[in-house]
């Protein structure tokens, strides 16, 4: 079956962006239902901005967590930013699935 975009199922954390001090955008999320050896898997792909200064003010870990409809974990990955680097990154992260996708949480954790 062909890639799908699924970009819909991405779930935010604004209170926890906003405690981060950044906010995701360009968000893309695409399905691949065969992906890596048969097993489902899914790229996510976006950027990472700093508010309101020019600079990341403190390590952030941004996880994502993949769920079926019963909210029962299916993969996950994370990517980070480091404190004092320039205020932007994208990225490009890949989660292998267990089971069927219903819910792409992206959760910013500070460190």
């Known amino acids: 079956m062909a890639k799908r975009d699924v970009t819909d199922l ?3 954390q604004p209170a926890l962006e906003e405690r981060a001090g950044i906010r995701f955008e360009g968000l893309l999320a695409i399905l691949d239902e065969e992906g890596y050896a ?3 898997r899914i790229e996510m792909l976006g950027e990472i901005v700093a ?3 020019e600079k990341f003010a403190s390590n952030v870990n941004v996880q994502f967590v993949c769920l079926n409809e019963k909210r029962q974990v299916l ?11 320039y205020g932007y990154e994208a990225f490009q992260e890949s989660v ?5 996708l219903a819910i792409i949480k992206i959760v910013p954790l500070c460190r």
Request: charged share 30%; net charge negative; aromatic share 4%.
């Open 10 to 12: 991405i779930e935010r």
């Open 75 to 85: 993969g996950t990955q994370y990517t980070s930013v480091s404190e004092g680097a």
């Open 96 to 100: 292998d699935l267990k089971g069927e």
């Open 51 to 53: 508010h309101p200064g």
């Open 38 to 40: 048969g097993e489902p």
